[in-house]
C-alpha cells in the first residue's frame, strides 16, 4: 500500500526502560542496529500496526508498555534505487512513518525474538536514549534523529531511589532525628 507520493505507511517504535535507555534491536544477520518498525496494513491504525510489530518483533504486548507520545506528522525518508526491487522501482520511493515513544512497564525477560518465522532481530540491547546513529543504515538517519529530537519533548527524568524530598519545608524545620530512607544492612555484613 503506498500514498500518491510512493511512500508506504509505516510506524517506528523507541522504547523506553525506567532510566530512559532506548531498546536497541541488532538486525538478523547484520551488524546494524535499529528501532523497531514495520507496515501498517490496509484497515489498520498506526496505534493498531505499533502494537502488532511490537508483538511481533520484540515479543512485547500492550500490557507490557505505555504509550507516552507520538510524532505529530509523518516522516519520510527515501530509500535508494539499490535496495528496491525491480518490479517496483519508479513506484516506490520509500517509508513514511508515524514514531511512538513507549514506557516499558514488564519485565526484561518478557521480550521474545523469536514470535515468527522470520525475526528481524538477532541481539537487543538497552542504550542512552540519544543512540549513535552511525550503526544505522545512512538513509534512515534523519528520520531517527528527528523521531528522537521530536519525542524527547515526552522524556521524564528518571526515577531516582533512595531519595526523600521535603516539600514546603524549610531545612531548619526537620526534626534532627529524620534522616533520608537507606537500604538496612543485614547482620552477616
Request: glycine content about 6%; hydrophobic content about 35%; charged content about 35%.
Amino acid at each position: 500500500m503506498l500514498d500518491r507520493e510512493g511512500f508506504r505507511p509505516n510506524v517506528g517504535i523507541i522504547l523506553l526502560n525506567a532510566q530512559n535507555e532506548v531498546w536497541w534491536g541488532k538486525r538478523v544477520r547484520e551488524h546494524s542496529w535499529q528501532f523497531p518498525q514495520g507496515g501498517i496494513k490496509f484497515g489498520e491504525t498506526p496505534e493498531q500496526a505499533m502494537f502488532r510489530e511490537l508483538e511481533e518483533e520484540v515479543g512485547l504486548r500492550a500490557e507490557h508498555v505505555k504509550i507516552i507520545g507520538r510524532t505529530r506528522d509523518w516522516l519520510r525518508y527515501e530509500v535508494p534505487d539499490h535496495f528496491i526491487k525491480r518490479e517496483i522501482r519508479g513506484h516506490y520511493r520509500g517509508q513514511k512513518q508515524i514514531w511512538f515513544l513507549l514506557r516499558m512497564v514488564g519485565r526484561d525477560c518478557d521480550v521474545n525474538l523469536r514470535m515468527t518465522e522470520h525475526p528481524e532481530f538477532d541481539a537487543w540491547r538497552w542504550h542512552e536514549y540519544w543512540v549513535p546513529l552511525d550503526v544505522v543504515i545512512e538513509f534512515k538517519r534523519d528520520v531517527y534523529q528527528r523521531a528522537l529530537q521530536e519525542l524527547s519533548r515526552f522524556l521524564s527524568r528518571p526515577a531516582q531511589q533512595n531519595t526523600t524530598r521535603y516539600l514546603r519545608q524549610t531545612h531548619a524545620s526537620r526534626k534532627a532525628d529524620e534522616t533520608p530512607h537507606q537500604e538496612k544492612k543485614s547482620d552477616n555484613e
